[in-house]
């Protein structure tokens, strides 16, 4: 028994070609949005960390009778506290976190402090009231009240 292919029917035509790579660009086209998301929500975690990590090295150079040395709209690297660099520095914000310069009470020494910082779309707020970093949305205030 011999089959005979028709040369008509041999390969794909240009509708089914052009429609499997419409389908393909769609797909990926939903993969690469929720890479992009997921990635915007790393930075905002790996600040939060961050400036987590910050309030406990206020907390030990406080107790060690240093001064808190503040941010003011820097974009961070700066120490965290009077007595030297191995209390930490502030993190560096901008470049390819997204996220802007520091905003922050005017006096650390009074028990009541915010500090934080933000990107289009987030803003990582720490604060004596919970003594702790917490994501915001930016419409959000950012005192010394547990946010």
């Not at 997921?38 to 907390?59: C, D, F």
């Not at 150079?61 to 506290?81: M, Q």
């Not at 990582?124 to 917490?134: D, P, R």
Request: glycine letters at 12%; a negative charge; proline letters at 2%.
């Amino acid at each position: 028994m011999q089959f005979r292919l028709n040369k008509k029917e041999e390969g794909f035509t240009l509708i089914e070609l052009l429609l499997t790579m419409a389908i393909i660009s769609i797909l990926a086209g939903t993969i690469l949005v929720s890479v992009s998301a997921h990635k915007q929500r790393a930075e905002e975690s790996r600040m939060q960390a961050q400036l987590a990590g910050a309030i406990q090295n206020m907390v030990l150079c406080r107790s060690d009778g240093g001064a808190i040395a503040e941010p003011n709209g820097t974009a961070g690297g700066a120490s965290i506290c009077s007595l030297g660099a191995s209390y930490g520095s502030w993190p560096t914000t901008g470049g390819s976190t997204g996220f802007g310069g520091y905003v922050s009470d005017t006096d650390f020494e009074d028990g009541a402090w915010f500090v934080y910082t933000q990107d289009s779309k987030a803003r990582i707020c720490c604060n004596s009231g919970s003594n702790q970093c917490s994501h915001l949305l930016n419409s959000e205030a950012c005192t010394n009240i547990t946010p």
